[in-house]
Structure formats: structure tokens, C-alpha cells
């Protein structure tokens, strides 16, 4: 009996593994999820570095300029006149 059983396992084995360990990895994830305590957020990763840079550099006094920060591009050239 334990040589057919020896037999099966290796043969099979490599077909076996993979579903058995998803399920295990599934079941602990969600268990996990389920009993350990919520993480504190961190608040300064909870935005990119781009937007606490641009929020940053407009509360900033000396650029309170709206054109520095955002220039009016759309006003280089005029629009062509109806003939």
C-alpha cells in the first residue's frame, strides 16, 4: 500500500502542490485580514511627493502668484479672426 501511495505523490506531486498552497495562502490571507489589528496610516504617504510639493509651494508667501505657479499659455497666440 505505501509503495502505490510513494508511487502516486511523486508522480502527481507537482500537480498537487500548487492548488494545495493556493488555498492555504488564501485561507491565511483572509485570516489574516480578519484578526490582526488595522495598521495606523502614515500621513505622509498617503499622497505622492508631487502633490505635498505642489501644496507646499502654494502655501508658500512669496508664491502666491497664481501666473508662476500656472502661466496662462493659451493667450500666445490670438485666435484667427472670421473672414
Known amino acids: ?37 488595522k495598521r495606523p496610516t502614515i500621513e505622509y504617504l498617503e499622497s505622492s511627493i508631487q502633490d505635498q510639493r505642489a501644496k507646499r509651494q502654494s502655501d508658500s508667501p512669496d508664491l502666491k502668484i497664481k501666473d508662476i505657479i500656472s502661466p496662462n499659455t493659451l493667450n500666445i497666440l490670438k485666435p484667427a479672426e472670421d473672414k
Open 1 to 37: 500500500m505505501w509503495p502505490i501511495l510513494y508511487a502516486f505523490g511523486t508522480k502527481f506531486s507537482r500537480y498537487l502542490v500548487l492548488p494545495v498552497a493556493a488555498v492555504i495562502g488564501t485561507a491565511g490571507y483572509y485570516l489574516e485580514r480578519k484578526f490582526v489589528p
